[in-house]
């Protein structure tokens, strides 16, 4: 019998050892898109064609695409990439968003960036809080209403703004949720247009978390950007902003 207790218990350390070694390599890895991913988007030309779409990204590494297995499988290019299909026209990205980004942040740095453009933007998304409701020690729910507020106040009529994404522990769940219900309130506030990954991030459940989850854990894989690209996508087609952007003659 204690042979037995001593086996099992062996291989319930022996698993937890091999587990944690995985976060800990896949979190390696993904971090290490941070840098990689944000000098791609920094490489952007200074000049594009007269008939070109502007499409501005705003928000944290979920816009960055890190988790990724490379930056254009993120849910910024791919609905870039719907765009020009869908338009006819070539699709410029500026990508203002900041790996680690809370919605205090995007009020500091990337709302005078945004109101720096020489251009006027064709669309425009957000995805904002997951950092607000991870980081619990530095952020409230009223903190991130409150900078929310601000965001949408500044950005035009129409843009499309996401969410708080579901969060799958339980202490996370509960502020991903009311960071949710703040959002929904304020995005119809400001007239802009509303895109729910919380219940869709929600709806794969316990199970399906990992399948869209790269290996730190956290942020999307392929797989997941996919369906935030989707989410996007279907509210971007539902407002009318595809066929008031399409070249004529498409």
Do not use: C
Not at 9 to 38: D, E, F, M, P, Q
Not at 66 to 90: F, K, M, N, Q
Not at 215 to 232: E, I, K, L, T, V
């Amino acid at each position: 019998m204690r042979l037995l207790r001593f086996t099992l218990l062996a291989g319930l350390a022996g698993a937890a050892l091999a587990a944690g070694t995985s976060y800990l390599l896949g979190a390696r890895k993904i971090n290490g898109h941070v840098v990689r991913y944000r000098e791609h988007w920094l490489a952007r030309p200074d000049s594009h064609p007269e008939d070109v779409l502007h499409y501005v990204a705003l928000g944290d590494s979920a816009a960055q695409g890190v988790g990724a297995s490379h930056a254009g499988a993120g849910y910024v290019p791919t609905i870039a990439r719907r765009l020009a299909e869908a338009t006819g026209r070539d699709v410029a990205i500026t990508n203002l968003s900041v790996s680690g980004a809370v919605s205090g942040d995007v009020v500091r740095d990337q709302l005078p960036a945004f109101e720096a453009l020489t251009f006027v933007p064709d669309v425009v998304t957000l995805d904002i809080g997951g950092n607000d409701a991870l980081f619990t020690r530095t952020n409230t729910v009223d903190s991130f209403a409150d900078a929310l507020d601000r965001i949408l106040t500044a950005l035009p009529s129409g843009s499309f703004v996401s969410d708080v994404p579901w969060m799958v522990l339980p202490g996370w769940i509960g502020r991903s949720q009311a960071m949710t219900a703040r959002a929904h309130e304020l995005v119809a506030r400001h007239d802009h247009h509303l895109v729910s990954l919380h219940e869709r991030t929600r709806r794969a459940g316990y199970l399906g978390y990992p399948r869209h989850t790269a290996q730190d854990w956290f942020h999307p894989n392929d797989r997941g950007y996919a369906s935030w690209a989707d989410a996007f996508w279907d509210v971007i087609v539902a407002s009318g902003t595809v066929e008031r952007l399409r070249r004529p003659g498409r």
